[in-house]
T-cell receptor, first 117, second 111 residues
Framework: GAVVSQHPSRVICKSGTSVKIECRSL??????MFWYRQFPKQSLMLMAT?????????EQGVEKDKFLINHASLTLSTLTVTSAHPEDSSFYIC?????????????FGPGTRLTVT | QKEVEQNSGPLSVPEGAIASLNCTYS??????FFWYRQYSGKSPELIMF????GDKEDGRFTAQLNKASQYVSLLIRDSQPSDSATYLC???????????FGTGTRLLVSP
């Protein structure tokens, strides 16, 4: 399957600061990437769909000004949590859709655990 | 709102047994279905996808799809303790291409 990386894997930040998370497709080009959030013992919640070269599409209830998404190239999407607060502490996971015939599905990065103190 | 329903479990099976995980969905127009495995603290890993009615086998895993009854299942043969994880069922929203996930079923395989 295709490989998706995320950086950092863990981050601790103080309340009020901003944190940037990177998502990269390593062996394929991803025109579409997805950002999810997962709280303990809960399922994945889609936050937004990121399209290369255009604005992200946010799910209902997700603040676009708080969660800034940039998909500037076919292999990189970033999520910036602005003015983070303790309630933003969560497991953030990106995924990318691989359209190559041999893979042709959606693969997840390893996730970023954010803790806001 | 497209929904995917799963029993949260845990489903407990002894090592070597067949584990049967089930999922139902509400959108009759859904075409693509997926099973992901998620270990605690890790991100989901794609196990199988299935698009057509019937069975699809890959090693110890078999996905079954019945569009008329709107359910999809995953069978794990010869279950191993390393199979203990949460299994997420998902379908692709044909309109927006995003995945809609169920809440997952926790599987426990005891030695």
């Amino acid at each position: 399957g295709a490989v998706v990386s995320q950086h950092p894997s863990r981050v601790i930040c103080k309340s009020g600061t901003s944190v940037k998370i990177e998502c990269r497709s390593l062996d394929f080009q991803a025109t579409t990437m997805f950002w999810y959030r997962q709280f303990p013992k809960q399922s994945l919640m889609l936050m937004a769909t990121s399209n290369e070269g255009s604005k992200a599409t946010y799910e209902q209830g997700v603040e676009k000004d708080k969660f800034l998404i940039n998909h500037a190239s076919l292999t990189l999407s970033t999520l910036t949590v602005t003015s983070a607060h303790p309630e933003d502490s969560s497991f953030y996971i990106c995924s990318a859709r691989d359209y190559r015939p041999e893979s042709y599905e959606q693969y997840f990065g390893p996730g970023t655990r954010l803790t806001v103190t | 709102q497209k929904e995917v329903e799963q029993n949260s479990g845990p489903l407990s099976v002894p090592e070597g047994a067949i584990a049967s995980l089930n999922c139902t969905y509400s959108d009759r127009g859904s075409q693509s279905f997926f099973w992901y495995r998620q270990y605690s603290g890790k991100s989901p890993e794609l196990i199988m996808f299935i698009y057509s009615n019937g069975d699809k086998e890959d090693g110890r895993f078999t996905a079954q799809l019945n569009k008329a009854s709107q359910y999809v299942s995953l069978l794990i043969r010869d279950s191993q303790p390393s199979d203990s994880a949460t299994y997420l069922c998902a379908l692709r929203d044909t309109g927006f291409q995003k995945l809609v996930f169920g809440t997952g079923t926790r599987l426990l395989v005891s030695p």
